[in-house]
């Protein structure tokens, strides 16, 4: 292996160098075939010998039968206590958060770490600061960092280096958004309002004794789960500990089906986890100056001469998106690289679009005819970008060959409310130069 | 190709082979993760049958079966750390016989331990899907069926891993 071969036989040859083990499926399944038979063992023992032995022997009768009244009055005060407690409400867990100055929560997705948030507030209830790990490994370090503050966004991108500062007004309203939803208390408001207005449905079951959660069932009509988004129906379900009356977590249940699952059931797509209100947080949480190295690229987004600017007042978003694109692709028609790299959100800096150009001069890159731009259209999840289907015809050694590409989208330029840019999968752009 | 969550629900219906199949799906997957680990090869056999057994007996408490590979994975990752913890302080010395060029099953040469160990630094999704792509050698459409997604999102999640890989392999 070199490391001038092509990254694909060099995986092929490391899986050849990894190699298996001709014995492991038997091996494994001796294993579980061990543990099966001693569970079954151990279940017996219990059901039968021990109970049996136990009620049977004429000493410890007496004992079962002390244990059983023991245990019965026991229930009754349970039981009395329950019916003592007052029933709860949605209103007990909003005074219980209303005197906490931070909250920590994480999104866990499929028992993976996802991302993590710390939130702090002033002493009138408002966001002060907040910290956002995006896209966490399975070494706990984020891919992305966002830390926002007074209106000012930075956001790091780990891998590559770069810290993008920018202050708009777009991004900060979809921070806080992001916060309203899922602090603790404003989930638990924002849950209220949607109920008065009969766009959710809240169930609460409140299981007798102290040690089980209350669940807060809600479902939501299509497209009221976010409010600017477009969402099929949701299901969110809500822990409450009976004690605190705190929120413990919540878990974000979609339609199956709607997620290409085969099954038309709930699936489950994440849970935020509530798992220390009030501790204090780490020193320099908010703070990304040292963390970030001194080799970090920062770029100032406001400075960034990208996207295509808009003037005239009335377009809507669709007319923006629409003309987004063909000004993209029809700078590409004309070679014109740097103009097209100028079109494209992760190409804001000199360096990168001069490495663009490169690749796509390298490859012969020949796009001919923009043959249709379709309807824009929101996500099936999410928002703050329209998706554009088009087919454009490209010209790879001497045949023309249509390409539908299905996963460009339009979005805002950062730092630059009037200008939209396009938002195109590196796959999509491979697909451009390759048959 | 029968999907991961086809055959966990047989498995948990009782079908125990249906195990048998995912063993043989993930092993060199699993087998990865402890050797970037571990590198010796008797503490990965080890930890490789600790996985799929810790894998067998909380199959029930994964809720979304799609997600089996990146959360045995993870299995497999702490079972190896354990067996890290497990071993001697003091490893031996291994002589090597002159000219020998050829290394023993799970044992890497220097390049093919930098490309695993990128290869272990991808992002859960990428990982998964060059794994099953790679060392668990199914085509595309293959990998697409058992990780539950699309054909598309398959080839541009090993897109952006080959270019990751790449760049992570240049900088190191």
């Known amino acids: 292996m070199t490391a001038k071969e092509p990254i694909e036989s060099r995986l092929e040859k490391l899986s050849g160098a990894i190699g298996s083990d001709e014995s492991l499926v038997a091996n494994v399944m001796s294993r579980i075939d061990s543990i099966k038979a001693n569970q079954k063992k151990f279940a017996e023992f219990k059901s039968s010998s021990l109970l049996r032995s136990f009620i049977m022997n004429r000493f410890t009768k007496f004992a079962a039968a002390a244990v059983f009244v023991v245990g019965a009055a026991f229930g009754l005060k349970v039981l009395m206590n329950d019916l003592a407690r007052p029933a709860y409400a949605l209103e007990q867990t909003l005074e ?84 309203h939803r899922y602090d603790p208390r404003q989930a638990v408001e924002y849950m209220q309002k949607r109920e008065q207005k009969g766009d959710v449905k809240i169930d609460i079951n409140q299981p007798p004794g102290l040690s089980e959660p209350i669940v807060v069932t809600v479902d939501y009509e299509p497209n009221t789960f976010l ?57 320099g949480i908010f703070d990304l100056d040292e963390e970030v190295g001194s080799d970090v690229n920062i770029i100032d987004m406001k400075t960034v001469d990208n996207g295509l600017e808009f003037t005239e007042p009335n377009l809507t978003e669709e007319q923006m998106a629409v003309a987004t694109v063909r000004a993209f692709f029809e700078a590409l028609i004309a070679k014109d690289y740097n103009e097209a790299a100028r079109l494209l959100s992760s190409d804001f800096n000199a360096e990168i679009r001069a490495k663009r150009r490169e690749v796509w001069e390298k490859a012969n890159l020949n796009v001919v005819e ?15 970008f329209l998706i554009v289907p088009c087919i454009v015809a490209v010209e790879i050694n001497g045949q023309r060959v249509e390409k539908k590409l299905e996963d460009i989208s339009v979005r805002r330029a950062l730092g630059h409310p009037n200008r939209r840019i396009v938002w195109f999968a590196e796959a999509g752009l491979d697909a451009l130069i390759s048959n | 190709m029968q999907a991961d969550c086809e055959l966990i629900k047989a498995v948990l219906d009782g079908e125990k082979e249906a195990f048998a199949e995912l063993v043989s799906r993930y092993e060199r997957p699993v087998r990865a993760i402890a050797i970037n680990i571990l590198g010796d090869h008797h503490s990965v056999q ?46 031996p010395v291994e002589t090597t016989p002159a000219g020998a060029t050829e290394k023993p099953n799970g044992q890497l040469d220097e390049e093919s331990e930098g490309l695993l160990s990128a290869v272990v630094k991808l992002p859960e999704a990428e990982r998964q899907v060059v794994m099953l792509r790679y060392f668990a050698q199914h085509n595309v459409k293959e990998v697409a069926e058992i990780a539950g997604r699309s054909i598309g999102t398959v080839t541009k999640q090993l897109s952006r891993a080959h270019k990751r890989l790449r760049k992570i392999l240049k900088e190191s």
């Not at chain 1, 979609?254 to 947080?281: I, N, R, S, V």
């Not at chain 1, 923009?370 to 703050?384: A, D, E, F, L, N």
């Not at chain 2, 067998?56 to 959360?71: A, K, V």
């Open chain 1, 96 to 179: 219980a958060c209303s005197k906490k100055q931070q909250a920590h929560f994480t999104f866990v997705q499929n028992d993976i770490l996802n991302k993590a948030a710390w939130v702090e507030y002033d002493t009138d209830g408002n966001i002060a600061r907040v910290r956002v790990d995006m896209d966490i490994d399975s070494n706990g370090k984020a891919n992305q960092v966002i830390i926002w503050q007074g209106g000012h966004t930075k956001s790091w991108d780990v891998p590559q280096k770069i810290l993008q500062l920018f202050d708009d007004a777009n991004y900060t309203a979809k921070i806080l958004y992001f916060v």
């Open chain 1, 227 to 283: 409010v600017e988004g477009t969402f099929p129906p949701m299901r969110e379900v809500m822990l409450v500990d009976q004690k605190t009356k705190l929120v413990t977590a919540v878990e974000v249940w979609g339609p199956g089906k709607d997620l290409g699952h085969k099954e038309d059931e709930w699936t489950l797509l994440g849970t935020y986890k509530y798992d220390g209100y009030d501790e204090p947080f780490e020193g």
């Open chain 1, 370 to 384: 923009i043959v249709s731009i379709g309807q824009p259209r929101p996500p099936v999840r999410g928002s703050g």
């Open chain 2, 46 to 91: 080890d930890a490789v049958q600790d996985a799929f057994v810790a894998g067998y007996q909380h199959l029930s408490s994964l809720r979304n079966r799609d997600s089996f590979g990146p959360w045995l994975m993870k299995i497999a990752h702490r079972c190896a750390l354990d067996w890290a913890k497990r071993r001697p302080k003091i490893i």
